[in-house]
């Protein structure tokens, strides 16, 4: 028995780790572990940290600063409702605006108001289970109905009147 590494008394020492880089062993993960990383995460920013991220963000505009951007990119924005829609309604309600920022930002408000009303609506038929299903596809197609139509407007504190003849 020539081999010196099993000889009595001795160990066998294991191998040294094979390396891709000189530096870095084959085992070893370069990424940071699940636990530094939840560590770093709940450890508090630094005095140093929050100064550098504040002065990244630079001022905040403040709330008439919004409000007067909002305000001049009206006339930049095409309702859904049209402007003569819009009008139309505005001098039935004896109301003279030639400012076509007040009559879009009136038409906006009528819009949301309307897709509040149609989201509610969408929310009630999908608790009740009112969908229709196509066969081969996930899709569920809902329909607007009178009764779901009444339900929401109930809650807004409006009515829908049926003429005599609607059947």
């Known amino acids: 028995m020539g081999d010196n590494q099993y000889q009595e008394g001795r160990t066998p020492q294991p191998p040294a780790p094979q390396t891709q880089n000189q530096n870095l062993p084959v085992f070893h993960n370069p990424e940071p572990s699940v636990q530094h990383v939840r560590t770093a995460l709940h450890r508090p920013l630094t005095a140093v940290q929050q100064q550098f991220i ?46 076509p920022r007040v009559t879009r930002l009136i038409a906006l408000a009528a819009q949301k108001h309307v897709s509040d009303i149609v989201l509610d609506a969408m929310t009630i038929a999908r608790m009740k289970g009112l969908g229709q299903t196509k066969k081969g596809t996930k899709e569920t197609k809902f329909t607007l109905t009178e009764e779901l139509l009444d339900t929401v407007l109930a809650e807004y504190g409006l009515s829908n009147p049926r003429p005599p003849y609607h059947a």
């Open 54 to 99: 504040q002065s990244q963000r630079g001022p905040q505009p403040t709330e008439q600063d919004n409000l007067r951007n909002f305000i001049n990119h009206l006339g930049e924005y095409a309702p859904t409702i049209p402007d003569s829609v819009t009008v139309h309604f505005l001098k039935s309600a004896g109301v003279d605006s030639t400012d």
